[in-house]
């Protein structure tokens, strides 16, 4: 089992950046995959983007060139740098991590851009 933990979200106006941190309670190199993903109020939750164990990287096209993913293995920690934010990037973000046929989600962490 491995309990994730979010942090880095805020206020922030459209045009501007955040990172968001995802810290894992062990090592994350066992891990298949990691990603955030994201949920507005009244609407599903969707993913934003991923990475996999070996580097390999995905983007939701509404943040592709905005947002990067990245993974740090010896900080167990995953982070999401969104830059040129958005009024519709409003909403909570959550990691998720993938292992063998598990899925562990973490709390949250709201992110909210004013135009």
């Known amino acids: 089992q491995v309990q994730l933990v979010e942090s880095g979200g805020g206020l922030v106006q459209a045009g501007g950046s955040l990172r968001l941190s995802c810290a894992a309670s062990?090592?994350?190199?066992?891990?298949?995959?990691m990603g955030w993903y994201r949920q507005a109020p009244g609407k599903r939750r969707e993913p934003v983007a991923t990475?996999?164990?070996?580097?390999?990287?995905n983007y939701a096209g509404s943040v592709k060139g905005r947002f990067t993913i990245s993974a740090d293995n010896a900080k167990n920690t995953v982070y999401l740098q969104m830059n040129s934010l958005k009024p519709e990037d409003t909403a909570v973000y959550y990691c998720?991590?993938?292992?063998?046929?598990?899925?562990?989600w973490g709390q949250g962490t709201q992110v909210t851009v004013s135009s």
């Open positions: 990475i996999t164990t070996g580097g390999s990287t």
């Open positions: 062990r090592g994350i190199s066992s891990i298949n995959s």
């Open positions: 998720r991590a993938e292992e063998k046929t598990l899925a562990y």
